[in-house]
């Protein structure tokens, strides 16, 4: 989910008057910043993005010398088993098996070590068939936000009720599919760096998550050029379409050195923010129409917030187009004084707006579950289990330094929505869903992002309506689709749509896996 750090850019108007009775307004760790303005993009971020080719590089690749581990289930369920490949002499992968959390499929946890970077990953092999089923890459958002709370909170094998009561999940994503969640970038959850080393943008990031991807399939041979989803929620509409497209440039690489490419089959995004300008205008929409629920706000703060909705559009276009520090900064400050302010005035839950925030919003992110999370994951056993390093410290649902360091890059500002489209062309599809009561990553805006998506296939996909898709004869949600692209809400949902929708998000799952029609 967007941490409440972002809530608070959003907020500016929040920010700046520092008023007390702020309801999502937490004081950040600005004496790191040498602005006061949390909107001060200390380094500006490159005008153009483009995504970079995997560092190390591959060299010609003699398979002979390596042998992989083929049979996983000789690995300790106590004791880290650390794999090596000679193509990549700076990697390591640290890996234990368990029953962890699923207890009828196999589990696998630990790290990929990219030099001083380790990534921290779960993996649960299908409870269907793991020898042919896809396989998933799941990463939650933030930026800074740890996966364990799309694993123990929506998708993954168990669902954590307190520190001590976990239970089984019948509508786990592994149900038919070999899914990973994978906290990152370093700094976040059980991931970590050495050296105080830190990563503050979503391309660096990439780099980090394609190596990932290349030394994983590496060694789990037998899932070797199986199909590929890269699926995330939230600050995931940005990470994942990024995410993808360094994937795919880096099986050039592969296949020059010889190796297997990583067959990416499609992105799914969960109420992903992808593009700022049309997510932070709708915001306008869901507050004061009678979209998903009642107009939550009173008519004079509607009209007030309509007065200023052109002006917003109008900067946030020209910041879009020209990327410029100052102008994206002031559009952005202009746009949350006015549309984003009165919302977190209202008491509402920003990623369920049928609800009040079950909060504080900076302790609980309006789920006071994700407290019983934390304390699962601080447990001495659990750690154990799971094979957590010891130079992590206590567990935190989101880090703030991470996600302060995104904000200073104005990492959110790019449009992302190009990467979309480009995969698109490229034949990988792409899953846009959205739990209809989010707020914050709201369903208008991406509507309004997919239709203004351009790709060959535009056309006939703005040239559809929506229409309903069900599960089990009743109305699900709706759905738009054309070729490899297909946009879906998910009726009483909110911004964690399988925590609210589980049955619902399976079954869209299942047929976005198998090609079929929603
Ligand atoms: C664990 O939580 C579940 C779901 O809330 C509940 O049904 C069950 O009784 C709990 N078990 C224990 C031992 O507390
Ligand atoms: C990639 O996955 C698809 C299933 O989506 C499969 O049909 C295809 O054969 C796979 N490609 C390779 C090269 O293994
Ligand atoms: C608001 O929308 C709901 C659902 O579409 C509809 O039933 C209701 O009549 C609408 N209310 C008004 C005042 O239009
Ligand atoms: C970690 O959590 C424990 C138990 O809640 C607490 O006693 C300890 O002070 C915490 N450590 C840090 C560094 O916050």
């Known amino acids: 989910m967007l941490s409440p750090r972002i809530l608070s850019l959003l907020g500016l108007a929040a920010v700046a008057c520092g008023s007390a009775q702020q309801p999502f307004f937490r004081p950040t760790s600005q004496g790191k910043n040498p602005s006061s303005n949390p909107f001060a993009f200390s380094k500006p971020a490159p005008s153009v993005e483009t995504v970079t080719n995997f560092g190390a590089g591959f060299d010609a690749y003699d398979a002979g010398l390596f042998t992989p581990l083929e049979d996983f289930s000789a690995l300790s369920t106590d004791e880290y088993t650390t794999l090596g490949h000679p193509l990549f002499p700076s990697y390591n992968v640290r890996i234990k098996q368990s029953t962890f959390c699923d207890g009828t499929a196999r589990a696998y946890t630990g790290y990929i070590d990219k030099e001083a970077h380790h990534l921290f990953f779960y993996f649960f092999e299908s409870r269907n068939d793991p020898d042919t089923d896809d396989v998933i ?3 939650n958002g933030g930026p800074g936000c740890s996966s364990s709370l799309g694993l123990f909170m929506e998708l993954g094998p168990c669902r954590v009720n307190t520190p001590h009561n976990v239970t089984y999940n019948p509508y786990s994503w592994n149900e038919n599919a070999n899914v990973f969640f994978v906290d990152q970038p370093v700094g976040v959850g059980f991931s970590y760096a ?21 030394i994983f399939f590496e060694h789990f041979t037998k899932f070797k050029g199986r199909a590929f989803h890269m699926a995330g929620e939230s600050y995931g509409g940005r ?15 592969l296949e020059a050195a010889g190796l297997t490419p990583i067959n990416l089959s499609s992105v799914m995004i969960g109420n992903g923010c992808t593009h700022w300008p049309t997510m932070v205008t709708s915001y306008y929409e869901m507050q004061c129409q009678n979209i998903s629920v009642p107009p939550i706000q009173d008519v004079s703060t509607c009209v007030r917030m309509k007065q200023s909705l052109s002006r917003c559009e109008k900067w946030m276009s020209s910041c879009d187009d020209a990327y410029n520090e100052l102008d994206c900064e002031a559009a952005s400050m202009f746009c949350s004084a006015e549309i984003s302010y009165p919302f977190f005035n209202s008491g509402y839950n920003p990623y369920d707006i049928s609800k009040l925030c079950d909060g504080p919003i900076e302790e609980t992110l309006c789920y006071p579950l994700t407290k019983s999370i934390s304390g699962f994951l601080d447990r001495a056993d659990v750690r154990h289990t799971l094979g957590v390093d010891p130079s992590v410290g206590n567990f935190s649902s989101c880090s703030d330094n991470v996600n302060a360091a995104f904000h200073a890059r104005g990492d959110q500002m790019f449009p992302t929505q190009y990467y979309i489209g480009a995969l698109l062309e490229r034949g990988v599809r792409a899953l846009i869903y959205v739990g209809a009561n989010d707020w914050i990553c709201n369903w208008v805006g991406n509507e309004r992002m997919t239709l203004g998506l351009e790709w060959t296939g535009q056309d006939a996909f703005v040239g559809q309506s929506l229409r309903e898709w069900e599960v089990d004869g009743k109305a699900a949600g709706l759905t738009r689709s054309a070729g490899p692209f297909t946009f879906a809400t998910i009726f009483n949902a909110g911004h964690m749509a399988p925590y609210d929708k589980p049955k619902e998000s399976l079954e869209l799952v299942k047929r976005w896996l198998a090609k079929e029609e929603l």
Request: aromatic share 16%; no cysteine; charged share 20%.
């Open 137 to 139: 890459f799941w990463t």
């Open 194 to 214: 050495e050296h105080g080393e830190s990563v503050d943008n979503t391309l660096d990031a990439a780099k980090d998550i394609a190596a990932f991807v290349a």
């Open 239 to 253: 990470y994942i379409p990024v995410f993808a497209s360094e994937v795919f440039d880096q099986n050039a690489q």
